[in-house]
């Protein structure tokens, strides 16, 4: 039988590997669909570790299934492990040696937590009924994501339930962030080009002004949100990119325009693309001009399943104490962990990993985004102790 004496003390054992796995992710980034030295440190590491059934289900990432000494349920874990196309600015002697590369967004912790998981319930085979999966998980940060051809490789085949974390810096280490069902949104992506008349910009009058329609469309997306749809649903509409190559004196013929739109709704992620071509097109027509509008979906929402939520909620009330939970409202982030919720329950769960007191605060994405690496310890512990529980219900 198990006690929680014994887990504690293997879980403190395993800190100090947890840190070094995460340093060498960090200091050894790779980008999406990319991971190939990443996957294969990966590989070795579990192979180390022995008990574990180790399988390729794509190019770049790695399945290890823990086969325990009794049959039970399958509970799967994941962790991503890509990084982002950014210049770390950090100065400390792990930093990026990849240039224009960097963990931008806490992967590489993810990725050790998970290793250091794996490596605890290998020495445990013969304490567990049932099965653990571990997910190693490429490309989560680029469309159509990694999640979407591991599922497809059959990583979730007869899984029963599936947990995720994300290392989390607005949130201080030590909290935990815990969502009942709509927790991240679905990231859609729109580019719009508003095609015109290019010429002298002296003559106006011989142009069909490019810029000034696509400003229009611009401003008038913005009522989509605010006077198109229900005021209760959670919708973002942002333009993020404006593009008139151009001189100071030369009208452009065609201005390119992309951005997001955010929502957890299924009905008004079909309505919002059916509005903005209605905007877009009657902008255009009205000034002469014509338009091309793409807009492709991106990862479905998270939605976390209510029991198992409740079950790390318990879980992190148990081991952590109650001022450890933090309940959160949802992001307007996306996740490609919503394509395992499609085929069992599962719950994604924030560890905060912000400090204000070490300066680690800023956000994900950023060229000096960093962790305290504290919360290492803290998703290793949740992980396993909810995976424990998940079994034995």
């Known amino acids: 039988m198990l006690d929680s004496r ?3 003390h293997m879980i403190q054992e395993t800190k100090d590997y947890v840190i070094k796995w995460r340093r060498h992710f960090h200091q050894n980034p790779e980008l999406s669909f990319h991971e190939t030295k990443t996957s294969q440190f990966i590989y070795d590491t579990l192979e180390s570790f022995g008990n574990l059934e180790l399988t390729r289900p794509t190019k770049t990432s790695v399945m290890a299934r823990l086969i325990g000494s009794e049959p039970g349920k399958i509970i799967a874990l994941r962790a991503d492990m ?53 997910l190693f998980q490429h490309a989560e940060e680029l469309f159509p994501g990694g999640a979407e051809e591991m599922v497809e490789a059959g990583v979730m085949d007869n899984v029963d339930q599936i947990i995720g974390l994300h290392l ?11 969502t009942y069902g709509p927790m991240l949104a679905a990231p859609d992506t729109f580019s719009i080009s508003v095609i015109g008349k ?3 910009a002296a003559y106006p ?8 329609i696509g400003a229009q469309v611009v401003n008038n997306l ?22 008139a190559d151009s001189s100071h004196n030369i009208t452009p013929g065609t201005v390119e325009i992309s951005g997001t739109v955010r929502s957890f709704n299924p009905g008004l992620r079909e309505s919002v693309p059916i509005i903005m071509e209605r905007i877009i097109k009657g902008i255009t ?109």
């Not at 590489?108 to 099965?131: M, P, T």
């Not at 009058?205 to 000034?212: F, H, L, N, W």
């Not at 479905?300 to 790390?312: A, M």
Request: glycine share 10%; proline share 4%.
């Open 168 to 178: 989390w810096s607005p949130l201080e280490v030590g909290k935990i962030g815990v």
């Open 222 to 243: 913005q009522h989509i949100v605010a006077k198109n749809t229900d005021s209760l649903e959670p919708l973002v509409v942002s333009v993020t990119r404006f593009i």
């Open 285 to 393: 027509e009205a000034h002469g001009a014509s338009y091309e509008f793409r807009y492709l979906r991106g990862y479905r929402p998270v939605i976390n399943d209510d029991k198992v939520t409740l079950v790390i909620e318990e879980t992190v009330r148990e081991i952590f104490g109650d001022d450890a939970v933090q309940l959160i409202k949802p992001s307007m982030g996306g996740d490609d962990f919503s394509a395992y919720l499609q085929k069992a329950p599962g719950a994604y769960v924030f560890v905060g990993a912000g400090n204000t007191d070490k300066g680690i605060v800023y956000p994900h994405h950023h060229p000096c985004f960093n962790i305290d690496e504290n919360a290492l310890q803290i998703g290793v512990k949740l992980l396993i102790y909810s995976t424990i529980k998940l079994l034995n219900k």
């Open 205 to 212: 009058q011989q142009t069909i002004d490019s810029v000034t």
């Open 82 to 134: 890509d990084a982002l196309p950014i210049q770390e600015e950090n100065k400390f002697e792990y930093a990026s040696k990849n240039p224009g590369v960097m963990h931008a967004c806490g992967h590489d912790g993810h990725a050790a937590i998970l290793l250091g998981v794996a490596k605890i319930f290998s020495v445990l085979r013969n304490y567990i009924n049932g099965e653990v999966r571990f």
């Open 6 to 8: 014994t887990i504690d």
């Open 198 to 200: 290019g010429g002298h």
